[in-house]
């Protein structure tokens, strides 16, 4: 099955990422999305304290599989997510007009900038590049008669 409709481009990424005419507060969502192992509805669930900025960790407290747990982020979402907190202690970690962000407005200005491509596309895409980095990487070991 051709799955190359549902991958997004470091280029394309990188562009919305940057795009200034998008506010904060979805790019940081679309970042989250792009660089950790978070989904969609978990990241618009974050309180400001579900952030543990300086461990670079988020805690989901409304997991797919109904657990609490944490996930690692990258020094650049972490960055992004203190400049987007400022001094709130409380409250939705991502609003627009003062409300919780929707899955809606952070899907339809994901196509918008991308040219249709789906807000699934930075998971989906990640994914496939982690897949690829196990295979190069257990290939490399097996190369060099090391066992995974």
């Known amino acids: 099955m051709d799955t190359t409709h549902l991958l997004v481009t470091d280029l394309e990424v990188d562009s919305a990422l940057a795009n200034p005419a998008v506010p904060a507060a979805v790019r940081a969502v679309w970042q989250l999305l792009w660089e950790s192992e978070v989904r969609l509805d978990e990241v618009l669930a974050f309180d400001v304290p579900d952030a543990e900025l300086d461990d670079r960790l988020v805690v989901i407290r409304h997991a797919k599989e109904g657990d609490v747990y944490e996930a690692g982020i990258t020094a650049s979402a972490a960055n992004a997510l203190r400049e987007l907190i400022g001094s709130r202690t409380d409250g939705p ?29 930075l998971q989906f895409t990640r994914q496939r590049k982690e897949q690829g980095s196990a295979l190069l990487g257990s290939t490399a070991d097996q190369a060099e008669g090391k066992t995974t």
């Open 93 to 121: 970690l991502f609003t627009l007009g003062g409300r919780r962000l929707t899955k809606g407005e952070v899907a339809t200005a994901f196509r918008e900038v991308t040219g249709g491509r789906t807000i699934h596309a």
